[in-house]
């Protein structure tokens, strides 16, 4: 079957300091992969995606490479700002139908 | 363009009831999914519609059903209300097919069932 397993949170993070949230899917077929994020008080917004191996997505210094061989999809940023405080979702669309699934979310705190 | 829209942002109701919750897609986006957000399960998907029809279903018991209409817009009903119906429920809207689908989340309607 399908599933997305990310890391449990919460996270704190000084400014500026590194961020890795580790995501791995069990995935049938060609999966495309998402990260989702979502800001207190709204719905999620699609951060970056990957459709393929090796792909990388990128979005506001967010990066997530898409690693068929360690089936992961870990998600990065350089320096973190403590306007990325929110709750960060991984995700993936087996390509069969239109089904999403999704990781239970990780709550990322920026502090200053 | 607009983005997807649901309607109402907060209810409130008590057990035993039943509610009523919409959601207006993108523009020509054709595919519905629903979903409940609480904090202890996270995203939980409840199912989706493509062209009036239910194309998918989630693990969810027969008190929660939807619908779609012809302009795509979607309804959703939950009937019996439980304390454990309590959530975030989000609408997302996408094109609808292929793999690269991107889905399009609404804001959400928070139910609180006393």
């Known amino acids: 079957g399908n599933s997305v397993t990310q890391m449990e949170g919460p996270v704190t993070l000084s400014e500026e300091a590194f961020l890795t949230i580790n995501c791995t899917y069990t995935a049938t077929g060609y999966p495309s992969l998402f990260w989702y994020v979502q800001y207190p008080g709204e719905g999620l917004q699609l951060l970056l995606k990957?459709?393929?191996?090796?792909d990388k997505g990128s979005n506001k210094g967010f990066e997530a490479t898409y690693r068929k061989e360690t089936t992961s999809f870990h998600l990065e940023k350089g320096s973190v700002q403590v306007s990325d405080s929110a709750v960060y979702f991984c995700?993936?669309?087996?390509?069969?139908?239109?089904?999403?699934?999704f990781g239970t979310g990780t709550s990322l705190t920026v502090i200053p | 363009k607009a983005g997807v829209t649901q309607t109402p942002r907060y209810l409130i109701k008590t057990r035993g009831q039943q509610v009523t919750l919409s959601c207006s897609p993108i523009s020509g986006h054709r595919s519905v999914s629903w979903y409940q957000q609480t904090p202890g399960q996270g995203l939980q998907f409840l199912f989706e519609?493509?062209?009036?029809?239910?194309?998918n279903k989630g693990n969810f018991p027969g008190r929660f059903s939807g619908r779609q209409f012809s302009n795509s817009r979607s309804e959703m009903n939950v009937s019996t209300l439980e304390l454990g119906d309590s959530a975030l429920y989000l609408c997302?809207?996408?094109?609808?097919?292929?793999?690269?689908?991107?889905?399009?989340f609404g804001a959400g309607t928070r139910l609180s069932v006393l």
């Open positions: 995700a993936l669309n087996s390509g069969t139908g239109n089904q999403f699934y």
């Open positions: 990957a459709t393929k191996a090796d």
């Open positions: 997302a809207s996408s094109l609808g097919q292929g793999g690269e689908n991107i889905q399009y």
């Open positions: 519609y493509f062209s009036e029809t239910q194309r």
